[in-house]
């Protein structure tokens, strides 16, 4: 990049060329001020995509599995699912940010409510993924941004940073993981410290569709714990909805 700066030149493009030809990566010289090749880059990067698609090696670039398809949750008469003709015609945009530690299930509770499937293979979210969908409440037409934040320590500065952002918070942990649990309290204490005092909160007590034997949280503790800070729970299944 920035091939309108030669006469600055450090980096030939045989250098380059060296470096990535033999991995099998095309090289492209661009500029974004002069808008040079920019189209280009994403161009070739997309006829990538669909050749490793077409050979079923689509799994290597961070593609889930086939997913597997469960019916969508009966629809209330106060919330209603609208057309995709209709998504341009909301009357408020909100952005929603779920926490928590990793592998509660953040990532499939977002996929479920947004995309409406659910994917069994385990990813990894890296940094901020966000989702969307229209909902009709109570008459008006509702774009809702889910946006879901890695539970790894590493992305607590880009969770914090998307903070002010929100307009609400919904906190998950796994009935099946102590830690997680434990991870939720701290996060709602974090909410709150950093300025989210007086912000919409609820919390997701995911994956209660697995066998109660193997819970590892106390419900009522959870409930209790919850109605301390005034905030909703509910026990949710990403995987049956």
């Known amino acids: 990049t920035k091939t309108d700066l030669r006469h600055r030149q450090v980096v030939t493009a045989s250098q380059a060329k060296e470096f990535g030809i033999p991995e099998g990566m095309d090289h492209v010289e661009v500029s974004s001020k002069a808008g040079r090749n920019i189209s280009v880059v994403f161009y070739m990067i997309v006829r990538r995509v669909l050749q490793w698609r077409k050979l079923g090696c689509g799994k290597k670039l961070g593609q889930p599995s086939p997913l597997k398809l469960y019916g969508e949750p009966a629809v209330t008469d106060v919330v209603e699912k609208v057309d995709e003709e209709d998504n341009n015609d909301y009357v408020h945009l909100f952005k929603i940010l779920m926490v928590g530690a990793a592998r509660v299930g953040k990532t499939a509770a977002r996929y479920r409510f947004s995309r409406g499937h659910y994917a069994q293979e385990y990813h990894a979210t890296s940094g901020l993924e966000s989702s969307a969908r229209t909902v009709r409440i109570n008459g008006e037409l ?15 500065t880009v969770r914090r940073n998307n903070y002010k952002g929100a307009h609400g918070f919904v906190v998950c942990y796994d009935v099946t993981c102590e830690r997680s649990f434990e991870k939720a309290e701290q996060l709602v204490k974090d909410l709150d410290m950093h300025g989210q005092a007086e912000a919409p909160k609820m919390v997701i007590a995911n994956k209660c569709d697995i066998d109660p034997s193997k819970w590892r949280v106390d419900q009522g503790e959870a409930k209790s714990w919850a109605d301390g800070w005034r905030l909703p729970l509910v026990e949710g299944s990403a995987r049956n909805g």
């Open 142 to 156: 509702i774009r809702l941004q889910i946006m879901d934040v890695g539970g790894d320590p590493a992305y607590e």
